[in-house]
Structure formats: C-alpha cells, structure tokens
C-alpha cells in the first residue's frame, strides 16, 4: 500500500470496500484520510477504496492491532 520500504501490517479483522471493484486498484492508489475512534480506524484511498480495522477487543488475533513501519522512524503500534 505504501512506498519507500513503509509497511502497514493488520493484525485485526478488517474489511476493505471499494466503490467500483472493477476500477478501484489499491497499487498507485493515494491514502487520503485517515479516522479513528475506539471502534475502528478508517483509511479512505483517493479512488474510494476505503480500509476498516476493528479496534474492539473481540477482533484482535495478536497483541497489537496495526504496526506501522517507516525506515529510520520509530515504529507505530496501535493496541
């Protein structure tokens, strides 16, 4: 999803809904928002794809929810 070596791991359920699924790639796709609240963490690409990642305590499958990865920055979890 991201470029330069930056990783965003899901570790939580998640669902992934796109406006048209024939036109809606995620290669080349900008991320253009991104919410959050105790539910879920919302990020909405610039061709309507848009990433929904349960943050209940029901939809963790490991000890973190994300991990966000970017070469020679410190390491972002959300748990």
Request: hydrophobic share 40%; charged share 25%.
């Amino acid at each position: 999803m991201f470029e330069e070596g930056i990783t965003l791991n899901i570790y939580n359920s998640y669902e992934v809904t796109f406006k048209d699924p024939e036109r809606s790639p995620l290669t080349g796709s900008i991320v253009v928002r991104v919410e959050e609240t105790t539910e879920e963490a919302i990020i909405v690409l610039d061709n309507g794809v848009c990433v929904k990642v349960a943050l209940t305590s029901d939809a963790y499958f490991g000890p973190e929810a994300m991990q966000l990865r970017v070469p020679g920055k410190s390491i972002v979890i959300w748990s």
